[in-house]
């Protein structure tokens, strides 16, 4: 079982859509992060979410830290090809780092 | 700067080999840290460093596998012998400072690495 579950696992639209992505724990976190991993290339750092029940806004990507810092959700507004990739939450319970299971989006022209 | 340099972007190695990976950290940084990729297990945490020092090893999945880091810009991560099971691609990370999980860091290309 993993520490961090995300949903969905893939996940396919049309350019201009909307579209929301979920991370899940049991555990309680003092923040969160969410990346981007394009193919062939290490994660990239979006965002740190640290108070629960913040939002945040990266032009067109909302996050959102849930109030019992146990959930996070990335919701991308009008999805464009530039997109596509993997998201991943991460966050560390102590001195470890843990990864989510990660989303694969795939915008469609 | 350069980023994260990771070596050889790709190995292709046969069962029992040894394999060294290698990582030069951004200049600066005090933590380093490797990772490993599978569809199966996703991205996982394998030890970082602290000022060159081991801070956690938990996540090294076994004896076959060590890391060592002799000076603030040089690290490798070894696996002998190699073992089909540990194809994989593996990232190299580093950040300035770790803590509570609010620090970026910053990863390399990684390394594919093939065991036939």
């Known amino acids: 079982t993993q520490l961090l579950e995300q949903s969905p696992q893939f996940l396919s639209i049309q350019e201009g859509e909307n579209l929301t992505v979920y991370c899940n724990s049991s555990s309680v976190f003092s923040s969160l992060q969410w990346y981007r991993q394009e193919p062939g290339e290490g994660p990239v750092l979006l965002v740190t979410?640290?108070?629960?029940?913040e939002v945040k806004k990266l032009k067109r990507l909302t996050f959102q830290f849930g109030d019992a810092r146990k959930d996070s959700s990335l919701h991308i507004t009008a999805a464009q090809t530039g997109d596509t990739g993997l998201y991943l939450c991460?966050?560390?319970?102590?001195?470890?780092?843990?990864f989510g299971t990660g989303t694969s989006l795939t915008v469609i022209p | 700067d350069a980023g994260v340099i990771q070596s050889p972007r790709h190995e292709v190695t046969e069962m029992g080999q040894e394999v060294t990976l290698r990582c030069k950290p951004i200049?600066?940084?005090?933590?380093l840290f490797w990772y490993r990729q599978t569809m199966m297990r996703g991205l996982e945490l394998l030890i970082y460093f602290n000022n060159n020092v081991p801070i956690d090893d938990s996540g090294m999945p076994e004896d076959r596998f060590s890391a060592k880091m002799p000076n603030a810009s040089f690290s490798t991560l070894k696996i002998q012998p190699s073992e089909p099971r540990d194809s994989a691609v593996y990232f190299c990370?580093?950040?300035?400072?770790?803590?509570?999980?609010?620090?970026?860091?910053?990863f390399g290309p990684g390394t594919r690495l093939t065991v036939l």
């Open positions: 990370a580093s950040s300035l400072s770790f803590s509570g999980g609010t620090d970026t860091q910053y």
């Open positions: 200049s600066g940084h005090d933590y």
């Open positions: 979410v640290v108070t629960g029940g």
């Open positions: 991460a966050g560390a319970p102590g001195n470890q780092f843990y």
